[in-house]
Nanobody
Framework: QVQLVESGGGLVQAGDSLRLSCAAS????????MGWFRQAPGKEREFVAA????????YYADSVKGRFAISRDNARITVYLQMNSLKPEDTAVYYC????????????????WGQGTQVTVSS
């Protein structure tokens, strides 16, 4: 059974940074695109960032461009989301997910999802 486990969330102040991690249990996932999504209270889940299996291509939502950076370590089958200059509107549960390619990852057409990690940014 494939498992994705997110970690690194927490309570921070506006302007602070956090680094989220998502560890996958299956070695085959090293060839999948990976994505990060978030869902704020009362809102639909939205795309945040995606990365190709090789790490050579990355995609971001306009709201996080220039502040967030996605990366991956295929040896550890782990994807990261470095979040800088955090804003209160970044408060949400953050989920990682896998997809066959980055187009599917951006669209949210993902095969496996993690349970999520809470990020709360106070003003």
């Amino acid at each position: 059974q494939v498992q994705l486990v997110e970690s690194g969330g927490g309570l921070v102040q506006a302007g602070d940074s956090l680094r989220l991690s998502c560890a996958a249990s299956a070695r085959t996932l090293r060839y999948d695109a990976m994505g990060w999504f978030r869902q704020a209270p009362g809102k639909e889940r939205e795309f945040v960032a995606a990365i190709s299996w090789s790490g050579s291509s990355t995609y971001y939502a306009d709201s996080v461009k220039g502040r967030f950076a996605i990366s991956r370590d295929n040896a550890r089958i782990t994807v990261y989301l470095q979040m800088n200059s955090l804003k209160p509107e970044d408060t949400a549960v953050y989920y990682c997910a896998t997809a066959s390619n980055t187009r599917d990852a951006v669209a949210g057409a993902c095969s496996y999802w993690g349970q999520g990690t809470q990020v709360t940014v106070s003003s």
